[in-house]
């Protein structure tokens, strides 16, 4: 193995997560109170912490609020990586890998036809790697079609399956994200159901060569989210499970408290939220 993957600190911490079966949150942010909120919960907890963005913050922001990350994760006294969710252009992966410090990405191409896909993501993963940057694929495709509804046959015909799960672990990437059943977005009144046999089965094919990434958590319940780490995920991309009491705060105080209150509330609101997750997870007291 190379030895860039041995000081890679994301590589490092889904590593131990797995040795240790217990999950780490991956929480995607928005803004700065959340990165303030997602560190805090980390450091009360002592746990491992992945903090990513999708693509629109390194436009939207110019890399400022990944840089603003970057730089409290290497305040941080606990293990906390920056990864890229959903890159999907090669050009948002060469500006994030040339010039943001990320210590992953994850490199979407499945927009485009099988061959494509692994054509294109084979040749970004060695682009991450040369700068020594960890990647994740998704192999099948976790929809989310609209309200995240889709029938049953849907579903199973967007499945990862072991022969994708080869020729993904071949392209080089560190992490796979599998779809079993998973969508983005929100899963309607029937919640999510899970194939946990097709997840074993994708287990089985990687073979220890890569750790598994979990999307598509909206909604989740605790034990849900437990059987997946008891399963073997040990990236758990969250979004509103750790945001909704943030963005509810928000919308009850603003207006009616000062900036700075309704701020520093917030914090405290996204950090709460973290550590019962963190909890649930495994994570909290590991570092
Ligand atoms: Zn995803």
Known sequence: MASWRENNKHIRILRDAEAGKYGVIAAIAYNIEQILGFVRAAETSRSPLIIQFFPWAIIATEGLLVRTAADAAARASVPISIHLDHAQSEDIIKVAADGLPFDSIMVDMSHYAKEVNLQKTRELVDYCNQRQIATEAEPGRIEGGEDGVMDTAGLEACMTTPEEVDEFVDTGVDALAPAFGNVHGEYGS?????????????RTQVRGRVRLALHGTNGFSPEILKRCVEA????????????????????????????????????????????????????????
């Not at 029937?190 to 089965?201: A, I, K, T, V, Y």
């Not at 991309?237 to 207006?255: C, F, I, M, P, R």
């Not at 408290?257 to 649930?280: C, N, R, S």
């Open 190 to 202: 029937r919640g999510p159901q899970l194939d946990f046999e097709r997840f074993n089965q994708i």
């Open 232 to 287: 073997g995920v040990s990236k758990i991309n969250v979004n509103k499970l750790v945001l909704e009491d943030y963005y509810e705060h928000l919308h009850s105080n603003a207006g009616k408290m000062p900036h700075t209150q309704l701020f520093e509330e917030g914090i405290q609101k996204v950090a709460d939220q973290t550590m019962y997750w963190m909890e649930v997870c495994g994570s909290a007291g590991k570092v």
